[in-house]
């Protein structure tokens, strides 16, 4: 059965801090790792990450896939009470996994002014 | 571009009863997969469709249905409502549900069982 984990489960920083989010997995045939970041209700759209591209980057925030360690890490710099929210790791795989996503826990994230 | 659109946002429904929940994905998407987040779990898998047909179920019991309409749109139907169906019902748009192509969820679905 496909396994995304997430640490850590809560994070609690103070603006301008940097942070890493981990996600690690385990599927069978995998084919692409997703990032999402949902403040209420609708997750909404971070990172595509795949074997041709490894490594993403949009403004302050990036993240890489280390296909060797089945992991991927998001890293946030310069920290806003924006970016308070959780961060969902998702995993997309072929086979019998056709067509859904398998998410991990999430991060919960709060920055403080 | 219109995003994805799920009708009703809020709802209250009794132990026992059923409830049809509506998706209606972004313009062209063939593919809608439907999701269950509560706190405990998590967002988990419940199906997905593409051209009106099931490609993919979760591990749900089979009181959580679905089914897929020629323009795309989504509807899942939960019957005899327990207390422990209360949850987020996300679903996601994706132009043909493939590994290389995002996704993109709606704002959801609460549905509170009492």
């Known amino acids: 059965e496909d396994k995304v984990v997430q640490s850590p489960l809560s994070l609690v920083v103070h603006e301008g801090d940097t942070v890493t989010l981990n996600c690690s997995y385990e599927?069978?045939?995998?084919?692409?790792l997703l990032w999402y970041k949902q403040e209420k209700k609708a997750p909404t759209f971070l990172f595509m990450l795949?074997?041709?591209?490894i490594e993403k980057k949009s403004g302050r925030l990036s993240s890489i896939l280390d296909k060797k360690e089945l992991s991927s890490i998001l890293n946030i710099t310069a920290t806003q009470t924006g970016d308070s929210a959780i961060y969902l790791c998702?995993?997309?795989?072929?086979?019998?996994?056709?067509?859904?996503?398998?998410f991990g826990q999430g991060t919960i994230l709060t920055v403080h002014p | 571009k219109a995003g994805v659109t799920q009708t009703p946002r809020y709802l209250i429904k009794t132990r026992g009863q059923q409830v049809t929940l509506s998706c209606s994905p972004i313009?062209?998407?063939?593919?809608v997969s439907w999701y269950q987040q509560t706190p405990g779990q998590g967002l988990q898998f419940l199906f997905e469709?593409?051209?009106?047909?099931?490609?993919n179920k979760g591990n749900f019991p089979g009181r959580f249905s679905g089914r897929q309409f020629s323009n795309s749109r989504s509807e899942m139907n939960v019957s005899t409502l327990e207390l422990g169906d209360s949850a987020l019902y996300l679903c996601?748009?994706?132009?043909?549900?493939?590994?290389?192509?995002?996704?993109?969820f709606g704002s959801g679905t609460r549905l509170t069982v009492v």
């Open positions: 996601a748009s994706s132009l043909a549900g493939l590994a290389n192509y995002g996704y993109t």
């Open positions: 599927v069978t045939n995998f084919r692409s």
């Open positions: 795949t074997s041709s591209g």
């Open positions: 998702a995993v997309s795989a072929g086979g019998t996994s056709y067509g859904k996503l398998t």
């Open positions: 313009s062209g998407h063939r593919s």
């Open positions: 469709y593409f051209s009106e047909t099931q490609r």
